[in-house]
């Protein structure tokens, strides 16, 4: 299988890394899982790890495709739920975590590809820390196969925005979000906490209100190390992308106070910005002093922007800056409220 090339690639000999469980849960995921998971079995780890998928009540050939993969890994333990117990993925994904073998569980979805053979690897290099406990990765959206519209071009500004924001609080030491799609945590932080009993009647929120429950400046870590990106597939279209962010930000009013106050100053300041500049230049009061100051900020946040985007290797997209930061001033002030403080009756 061939891999793209791959710069600053994690130490291939590592030799005091923990062992490690990679857990994805998979319902319907035949086609993904054929796709993607010689990729994760592929990796390349001086220590052990093992797969686990869990089929979660699929009615497609999820099982059989396991089962053959299965016949030539001996790392790869499958577990089957046959009857869905409760909506979303919580219930499989603590049945994974329970029978893994390792304490540090590193998580991804069926339809995610690994940048390189050194995913784990590289994530794992920050677990050697004693204080760390979660470790956020980064998982850009694929564009294999797709021309570039607007709507894609769109949506990979706003997953790098998200990442970059995630990524600014972990620096800071204010880390209050991790994606499933390629997190790491230690299965000691998850059961001191009782898993998911804490947020177990909401149906999302298996990634991002754990980690808001229990990271801290201390125990979590940020990992940029282009080997371990983990791509995913954009949605096919607006109603799509729509829905996804409805179940991801419908989680929002659980988080932490302190997190839900400034994540929602981030989002206001930004609306405003553009909210009363726009109608002071409407207006045409105070028109050459509303120039200033948007041409000051962007001034500010274009090169900040396009360097954190090249550490993404996004560069590309912080070139149109300046309209994907207005388009993102319009979400957060038209659909992002309701989501946010809609009711959480999202089914997966």
Known sequence: ???????????KNAQKLPGVSIIICARNEA????NNLPKIIQQQYPTDFEIIVVDDASSDETIQVLEVLKQTCTTLKVLQIKEKKRPGKKYALEQGIRSARYDWLLL?????SPAS???????????????????????PLKVAGRGQSNLLFFLQYEAAYTALQCGAFIVAGIPYMGVGRNLAWNKTIFEKNKGFSAHEHVVS????LFVNSVANRENTQLCLLPGTFMASPAPADWQAWLRQKRRHLSVGNLYRPVHRILLGGTALTHTLHYGLGAILLIWGHYFFLTLICYFLRMIVVWPISLRVFARLKEERLALLLPFWDGLLAVWYGTFAPFFIWGKNNIRW
């Open 117 to 139: 053979p050194f995913w784990v690897n590289g994530m794992m290099q920050h677990s050697t820390n004693p204080a760390t406990e979660i470790i956020v990765g980064y998982a």
């Open 31 to 34: 086609k993904n899982l054929r």
């Open 205 to 208: 929120g298996d990634d991002d």
């Open 108 to 112: 991804t979805d069926a339809d995610c």
């Open 1 to 11: 299988m061939a891999w793209p090339p791959v710069k600053n690639e994690p130490d």
